[in-house]
């Protein structure tokens, strides 16, 4: 059975920093592309940024420079390092595989003042 599940959310100010975490089972992690989505209050899910089984990466141009996505395939866990929040960074954040489709339960980043 595919499982994901994130943590390390959190409320912080504008400017400070999260880490979010997503232990993953259930598949071949190490082979698979991982991905992160959040949906903000009221809106869709968005797509925040991508890695693939070999690290690259690609972000949504509205995190580029502030959010670094990785991976332990040690540790079956995916990584996504935000720092500069911003308030419009608020947001339920969810890792994802292979597609937004299959998602975990999420974890709440909250930023404001």
């Known amino acids: 059975e595919v499982q994901l599940v994130e943590s390390g959310g959190g409320s912080v100010q504008p400017g400070g920093s999260l880490r979010l975490s997503c232990a993953a089972s259930?598949?071949?992690?190490?082979?698979?592309?991982m991905s992160w989505v959040r949906q903000a209050p009221g809106k869709g899910l968005e797509w925040v940024s991508t890695?693939?089984?070999?690290?690259?990466?690609t972000y949504t141009d509205a995190v580029k420079g502030r959010f670094t996505i990785s991976r332990d395939n040690t540790k079956n866990t995916l990584y996504l390092q935000m720092n500069s929040l911003k308030p419009e960074d608020t947001a339920v954040y969810y890792c994802?595989?292979?597609?937004?489709?299959?998602r975990g339960q999420g974890t709440q980043v909250t930023v404001s003042l």
């Open positions: 994802s595989w292979p597609n937004a489709a299959r």
């Open positions: 259930g598949f071949a992690f190490s082979s698979a592309g």
């Open positions: 890695i693939t089984r070999g690290g690259s990466t």
